[in-house]
């Protein structure tokens, strides 16, 4: 695992048991607790894909957090109050598996940071599985110069920077990009707080289309239609407790089939009422 690709995901709710629920149905996932119970790890085909963990009482709306891997992360945290992050919580050691700590880049993203103690699987790639992260934000400039001061990542212009502006990081050596990120465009709105979007795949067999129509039927929330970007057709969806993700295919398969407005739960101002 090279420092500065992502090496974990997990979601911070107040109601695990929907959110198991829910994510359990949509890709199939299995699940492993820790001993203490205060953990769960969703496992795909047997490998670990993700992890939930409750918190009673949540400011904001649950979310997904992305944590990046370092080789330290005491000097890590270090760095990042230097080039103008903030810590959240420190560096802490968790059951002999590393070290991990969360913070805000400049713009206000919450990011983790993991140290691993011995090497980490994480299912990445194929149905139910990790497949991109993009950091979304109010200043892009500010976010690439912080990820690539910390982690010395090349820049590549992918929009043309001003109505679309998007950047892929890569690191040096390598020809795939780790991460993206995007700068809102004035259809946001102005209260928009900067975020992480997790990218899940769910492949070919299945499709973004009926993989989105399944994840409101769940009792999740549709962001946005299925639509195909160069990336893969994608849709963005809500969970059943609030969290936001992006569903994609990224072999840019459409399936046959078209869903209805009914179906994706379009023009009904309460999806949870019967």
């Not at 963990?53 to 760095?79: G, I, N």
Request: charged share 20%; aromatic share 12%.
């Amino acid at each position: 695992m090279r420092f500065g690709t992502p090496c974990w995901i997990d979601l911070a709710t107040t109601d695990p048991k929907a959110s198991r629920d829910f994510y359990g149905g949509l890709f199939g996932w299995q699940y492993r607790a820790n001993p203490t119970g205060d953990y769960l790890t969703a496992l795909a085909d047997d490998v670990p894909a993700a992890g939930f963990y409750r918190v009673p009482d949540m400011p904001d709306a649950p979310a997904w957090t992305l944590y990046l891997a370092v080789s330290d992360s005491h000097r890590t945290a270090d760095r990042i109050v230097r080039l103008g992050g903030q810590i959240l919580m420190p560096p802490q050691e968790f059951d002999g598996q590393g070290s991990l700590l969360v913070a805000t880049d400049p713009t206000g993203a919450t990011i983790g940071f993991w140290e691993p103690a011995t090497p980490w699987p994480f299912a990445t790639g194929t149905k139910g599985e990790f497949r991109w992260a993009e950091l979304n934000t109010w200043d892009g400039d500010a976010a690439d110069k912080f990820f690539v001061d910390l982690f010395g990542y090349q820049l590549e212009q992918i929009g043309d920077g001003e109505d679309f502006d998007y950047t892929t990081w890569t690191l040096l050596g390598d020809s795939e990009p780790v991460a993206g990120r995007m700068r809102f465009g004035p259809d946001f709105p102005a209260g928009t707080k900067p975020h992480w979007m997790i990218y899940f795949e769910v492949g070919p067999m299945l499709g973004t289309d009926e993989a989105t129509v399944l994840a409101v039927r769940l009792g999740g929330r549709l962001l946005s239609e299925p639509a195909d970007s160069p990336f893969g057709r994608l849709s963005v969806v809500e969970d059943p407790a609030g969290a936001v993700f992006t569903l994609i295919d990224s072999s840019n398969r459409q399936t046959p089939h078209a869903p209805s407005e009914e179906e994706l739960g379009v023009g009904n101002d309460d999806p949870y009422d019967d």
